[in-house]
């Protein structure tokens, strides 16, 4: 029985598991977006996340233990360089798993995983917008809201009116 057996083994042994993970995770840090199948992208985003997690503190220990499950040292500086940097205000999720759609030639689900902060498209952290913050819905105003602002600044130009005209 496998009850509470949560881990996709991906049909691979242990070493070729590792191997398989441990490369897909160089090349996503390499060039921070990669196409896989959803079944290892999936298992790649719970290989990785608890490393990038590591990489936010920037101390020798953590950066042998990353080294232990990667084996690129050209990885590693760009995981404590440039993405903990990145990532550093970010509490967790830090990649993402877009589904693609289905493989020509066998079928399997393919899927995009990449990191959060690298696609601003996603992210919305555009140029274009940036100024202020948008809804997808209108203001609702009430009639009676404006006639009574109107009306409140009616009453005070009147009042300045006639307190200009008793000085004079």
Do not use: C, W
């Not at 598991?17 to 996503?28: E, G, I, V």
């Not at 990649?95 to 759609?101: A, F, N, Q, S, T």
């Not at 005070?156 to 200009?164: A, L, Q």
């Amino acid at each position: 029985m496998r009850h509470g057996k949560k881990f996709n083994h991906l049909g691979r042994q242990r070493g070729h598991r590792k191997a398989l993970l441990k490369n897909l995770s160089n090349a996503l840090i390499k060039h921070k977006r990669i196409k896989t199948t959803l079944a290892k992208a999936k298992a790649l985003r719970k290989y990785l996340e608890p490393l990038i997690t590591k990489s936010k503190t920037n101390s020798v220990h953590s950066q042998r233990v990353v080294f232990s499950y990667l084996q690129n040292k050209e990885a590693i500086k760009e995981l404590f360089g440039e993405i903990a940097g990145k990532v550093g205000s970010r509490p967790g999720g830090y990649l993402r798993v877009i589904k693609l759609g289905f493989r020509q030639g066998d079928g399997a689900e393919m899927a995009m995983i990449e990191f959060v902060d690298y696609n601003e498209v996603y992210s919305g952290k555009s140029d274009a917008g940036s100024g202020k913050k948008r809804t997808r819905r209108g203001r609702r105003r009430r009639k009676g809201g404006e006639e009574t602002v109107a009306a409140a600044t009616a009453v005070d130009t009147v009042e300045e009116v006639v307190d200009s005209g008793e000085e004079e």
